[in-house]
């Protein structure tokens, strides 16, 4: 019995790490999953590894037809959509004066205006069935900030609230609507902070209270959780996943146990 047994799901940002890890932990549980993502390659690479009971579609979350496609299709193969995962991201950076406004449209297009085109797709199906999960990526910079990134740190935090606005509005209607907050995860997206340069992977490790950065089975893990029935009392929720990361002002210069 898997813990996604007869349930659909659509995950945008699929080619990615967290997306790829996500999908692929939703079908070992028995999901069939609309994966949609702009990379075609590693989208076809996706299916080679996870197997049939997912479809990638070629989707610009950008274009808010796109990702009504992406969720069209998935009603129209599977009947339902249980689970919406609303995952892709992209993003410019620079010092608030100088950043570049194509950059800024575009970044809060991808990652705080596609989610709301992914709702106004997959709500009226929910709400016909009085059931659904919709569960959107934020980060931990959804929380705090970070020099040079206002785009991705105004978009995720707006994120949070429009998620929050979204579980007080359908939660009567038997849908719940939560933020997953990721602190640093091993992904592609984590290489490019990695090749700014001015961090190394061991400096970063060592900010977690657990010593080390996430997988992305592991942020798998709680989208898995918030998308079964075993989290029917959580919505309106922005759960941070960030190994401790943000737990700590050391203000002493007390090292921590190691
Ligand atoms: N990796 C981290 O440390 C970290 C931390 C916090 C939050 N996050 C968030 O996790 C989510 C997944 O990121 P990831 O770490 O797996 O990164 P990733 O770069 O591996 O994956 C992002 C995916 O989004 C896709 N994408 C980008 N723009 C798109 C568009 N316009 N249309 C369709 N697809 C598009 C990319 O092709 C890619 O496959 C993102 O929302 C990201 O902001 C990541």
């Known amino acids: ?24 932990r939703y079908v070992e549980e028995g999901a069939k999953v609309v994966a949609a993502d702009r990379d075609t390659e590693r989208g076809e690479a996706l299916v080679d590894d996870v197997g049939p009971d997912v479809t990638f579609l070629e989707c610009d979350v950008s274009d808010p037809e796109q990702v009504r496609a992406a969720v069209d299709r998935c009603v129209a193969d599977h009947g339902r959509i249980d689970v919406l995962f609303n995952n892709a991201a992209t993003s410019t950076g620079g010092y608030v ?3 570049d406004l194509d950059g800024w449209d575009d970044s809060i297009r991808v990652m705080l205006s596609a989610p709301l085109y992914g709702m106004q797709a997959a709500l009226p199906h929910m709400v016909e069935r009085r059931s659904g999960s919709i569960i959107n990526t934020s980060s931990v910079y959804g929380q705090v900030a970070s020099a040079a990134n206002a ?7 707006g994120l949070i609230n429009l998620t929050r606005v979204t579980a007080i509005e359908y939660g009567r209607l038997g849908i719940r609507c939560n933020a997953v907050c990721p602190g640093v995860v091993e992904t592609p ?3 490019s ?12 490790a060592a900010m977690h209270a657990i010593g080390r950065t996430i997988q992305p089975s592991e942020i798998a893990d709680l989208v898995l959780f ?30 921590p146990l190691s």
Not at 1 to 24: E, F, P, Y
Not at 151 to 157: G, H, L, N, T
């Open 189 to 191: 997206m984590f290489e």
């Open 226 to 255: 918030l998308g079964s029935d075993e989290s029917t009392a959580i919505t309106g929720q922005a759960i941070t996943i960030d190994g401790g990361l943000l737990c700590e002002v050391n203000l002493t210069g007390v090292p």
């Open 1 to 24: 019995m898997g813990r996604m047994d007869g349930r659909a799901a659509v995950v945008t940002g699929a080619a990615g790490g967290i997306g790829w890890a996500t999908t692929k």
């Open 193 to 204: 902070v990695l090749g700014i340069g001015l961090t190394t992977r061991d400096e970063i």
């Open 97 to 99: 004066a100088d950043l």
């Open 151 to 157: 785009p991705y740190c105004a978009a995720k935090a």
